[in-house]
């Protein structure tokens, strides 16, 4: 017996060790070693994508956020956990269910004992005999009164929840780099409004420089165009900053760490911002009313409430089944040396009194799904108004953008003006300064409403759930210079 029992025992620990080497412990080991380095600050790299955009176009700066970016990976692995929580749920499923089998427990043990011969304490012996004993026992779960069907139905809706979570996440990552895009540019052109803003100013303090030396000009005049000068070099230095902070911003939205980029790399800049502006989108002409028809059933942030909703309804059912017992069988086969024996049983498990604390979950339950339902039309209230701002926008910056063009023209024409009556004596310095102040204001509303639009364009097919559609090119104005 005692060979039998070194036997069984042997096949026992062969199980353990077997079971060591699967494949969710190998994974999980590889997981632990990967996150230890960066576990420790010291010592460890920084997580940077490599890349290689250099000449890209706004699509593929999309697309290559949305593999890298780590909102986009923590979403996928939201995604991944709720799959396995549905798997762990159908390991309990009932004999009858879809999944007969899963709720079956199998379970065995195995041990050995000694102990010496009863005597009193000057006659014990260290001699031993013993005995080996093992069993296995089966359990299996017959019925629950639908517990585990609604608990796989909240689960699967909520896996359906995180894969519409993850599809929403990647049209905010769109909508983010478009507008960082668009903003980078505008950002560019605003850059070289504020050096022609220094270049005029500069250009008229060398003017009235040569009036003054000429005996035809006032010192007031060379004060006034100093100050203005070096109020536009100022500009231009905040401008270069605000060019260097959208080019930060650029990097980060599209998942690269800030130090370990370069702008250039990403967005290249343009010979001519002002004259050439990028568009990736063509001009569109819906109302707010069409684009909520499509939103309210098509917006993944929809979608991801209506689930939550579903899982709600489902996590009622699971409460109320909770309220009724659950049926089981179980058998198990016992060996003693050198006995065999083997019992089984059905049960039934209810408990008569619980302080009220399965009526107080169903209740509950309850309320989460009024709460989810309530949920879903704040979402319906936020899109509409969403939707709405963004159509406006569009229009504004549409007819903002048509104003300024002829802004520039005219504001073009009145500085060349300005140029001619100073330089004869007709006009003091305050007019002048106005002149150029009207012409580069005009320049930046002409390239900020363009650029505006674009980005409300952008928003509408995020806030619809529409695949973008890009048309990347180029509109050119009339060379101001």
């Known amino acids: ?61 999309v697309a290559f956020a949305l593999t890298n970016r780590p909102s986009m990976r923590a979403c996928r692995l939201a995604v991944e956990d709720a799959r ?43 001699n031993t005999e013993g005995s080996a004993a093992g069993a296995l026992s089966l359990e299996l779960l017959l019925y629950d009164f639908g517990r585990h069907a609604a608990q796989a139905r909240e689960q699967g809706e909520k896996v359906v929840a995180a894969e519409l979570a993850l599809l929403d996440e990647g049209f905010t990552v769109f909508e983010e780099v478009t507008e960082c895009f ?8 605003l850059f070289e409004v504020a050096l022609t803003n ?27 165009a100093t100050y203005n000068y070096t109020d536009a070099c100022e500009k231009r230095v905040n401008a ?70 579903r899982a709600a ?19 198990s086969l016992s060996w003693t040396d050198p006995l065999w024996y083997w019992s089984w049983g059905v049960e039934a498990v209810q408990s008569l009194f619980s302080g009220f604390r399965k009526t107080t979950a169903l209740e509950r ?18 899109l509409s108004l969403e939707i709405a701002l963004a159509v406006s926008e569009r229009d504004n910056a549409r007819n903002s953008f048509e104003t300024a063009k002829a802004s520039v023209l005219q504001a073009r024409e009145n500085l060349d003006m300005a140029h001619e009556q100073f330089r004869v004596g007709e006009l003091d310095t305050v007019d002048f300064n106005t002149a150029v102040n009207d012409y580069t204001t005009a320049l930046g509303n002409r390239v900020t409403a363009f650029y505006r639009g674009q980005i409300a364009e952008s928003k509408l097919f995020a806030l619809a759930g529409l695949e973008p559609r890009f048309a990347m090119g180029f509109v050119y104005e009339e060379d101001t210079k």
């Open 198 to 224: 220094e270049i005029e100013f500069a250009s008229h303090l060398q003017q009235a420089k040569e009036k003054l030396a000429a005996g035809e000009g006032l010192k007031y005049d060379v004060m006034r």
């Open 313 to 331: 309804s489902a996590a009622v059912d699971a409460a109320r089944a909770d309220l009724y017992p659950e049926l089981s069988l179980r058998a």
């Open 240 to 309: 270069s900053n605000d060019v260097s902070n959208a080019g930060s911003e650029m990097l980060r939205v599209l998942g690269i760490v800030v130090s370990h980029g370069e702008r250039d790399k990403v967005v290249w800049r343009l010979r001519n911002p002002l004259r050439e502006m990028r568009r990736a989108f063509e001009p569109t002409t819906v109302t707010a009313t069409q684009v909520f028809a499509v939103a309210y059933t098509n917006a993944p942030s929809m979608q991801v409430k209506r689930a939550y909703l």
């Open 1 to 61: 017996m005692r060979k039998a029992a070194r036997v069984f025992s042997g096949l026992l620990l062969a199980l353990l060790l077997g079971s060591a080497g699967c494949r969710a412990l190998q994974e999980a080991r590889q997981a632990q070693q990967a996150v230890a380095p960066r576990a420790q600050a010291e010592g460890a790299d920084c997580a940077c994508p490599t890349f290689d955009l250099h000449e890209k176009q706004l699509p593929d700066l």
């Open 365 to 382: 339950a309850t309320v989460a799904l009024q709460q989810r339902d309530t949920e879903l039309d704040v979402a319906e209230q936020d």
């Open 84 to 126: 396995l929580a549905l798997k762990e749920i159908d390991a309990s499923a009932p004999l009858v269910s879809a999944t007969p089998w899963t709720g079956l427990s199998l379970a065995g043990s195995a041990g050995y004992s000694a102990a010496s011969a009863h005597a009193p304490l000057r006659d014990l012996s260290w």
């Open 182 to 189: 668009f903003t980078l540019l505008e950002k560019d052109a």
